[in-house]
């Protein structure tokens, strides 16, 4: 099998992982966002600390980068919290629609941060990207609590945008990867500690069992799509990562029996369109 045909297996993987992982916190029932966000971190945490533990640089950094480890973990775990209140008040294909426009903030992200130069192309994908967006929002000034999960789902779909910027200027910066990962999951447990303290709300044993199973299908997406990006070059398989909202809509159908509709529909069109139409031109500009 070559890389890329292994790249492309690992993506579709990760996209299942991350629709299982949105599945098990809606199942989980009527918790608190964060305390499901803690329940996802403290496993991903460990399962970092594992890793970092066999490796030769152990948990070695360059105290210059903290601002920046400080930031992505800000803005993750906002990026988190938001997208599972929106997993818990939205469809499940919607909900992730509106995380996958991430890529489209990370674009913005990358001018303002590190000051990487947007083309007109960009601008325009990342304005048909946010008219996408729209139509599943469907906001309404007289009806602002239909639309308020949605456009907190937006702002969980740009803080991840963000957060992934700052995760790149780290990589380059030669940080581990699993490092990174343990900083933001540990940062992101000790930060909502005090509200799961304080407004913890008892669980059953199935509860428990769904944030166990959602943290370890987040840690398998994140091996997964660790794997697919070393075999294969994002150029080449990014576009395949949109197969979680395919997985999401199918879940949900199966699980909850919700039905997108007409408008969450043309969205997904509008936005899953305009990022093969990027992807294809940045492979033919690549080549």
């Not at 599945?23 to 803690?38: A, E, Y």
Request: proline share 4%.
């Amino acid at each position: 099998m070559s890389r890329k045909a292994k790249g492309i297996i690992f993506i579709i993987m990760a996209a299942f992982c991350f629709s299982a992982m949105n599945t098990f916190v809606k199942l989980s029932g009527d918790l608190p966002p964060i305390q499901k966000s803690f329940f996802r971190n403290a496993i991903a945490f460990w399962i970092a600390l594992f890793i970092l533990i066999r490796t030769e640089e152990k948990f070695k950094f360059n105290a210059k980068n903290l601002p920046f480890l400080i930031s992505r973990s800000i803005f993750g775990t906002v990026g988190i919290i938001c997208n599972f209140y929106a997993v818990d008040h939205l469809l499940l294909s919607d909900a992730s629609m509106l995380n996958k426009l991430s890529p489209f903030f990370a674009v913005l992200a990358s001018f303002f941060i590190l000051k990487e130069r947007v083309s007109f192309v960009q601008i325009i994908s990342i304005i048909i990207a946010f008219i996408g967006s729209l139509f599943i929002i469907k906001p309404s000034f007289w009806a602002f609590s239909s639309s308020y999960p949605a456009l907190i789902g937006l702002l969980g779909g740009a803080c991840a945008g963000i957060s992934y910027t700052f995760v790149r200027y780290l990589g380059n910066r030669g940080e581990q990867g699993a490092f990174i990962v343990m900083f933001f999951s540990g940062f992101s447990c000790l930060s909502v500690l005090p509200f799961f303290i304080f407004d913890f709300h008892p669980m059953t044993p199935i509860q428990v069992f769904y944030l166990l199973m959602a943290g370890i299908s987040a840690s398998g997406g994140q091996f997964a799509i660790t794997n697919a990006y070393f075999n294969a070059p994002a150029k080449e398989i990014s576009i395949f990562d949109y197969t979680q909202v395919i997985f999401a809509a199918l879940l949900g159908l199966v699980l909850f029996a919700q039905y997108p509709d007409i408008y969450s529909v043309t969205g997904y069109v509008l936005i899953c369109g305009i990022s093969i139409i990027t992807f294809l031109r940045n492979k033919k500009l690549a080549s």
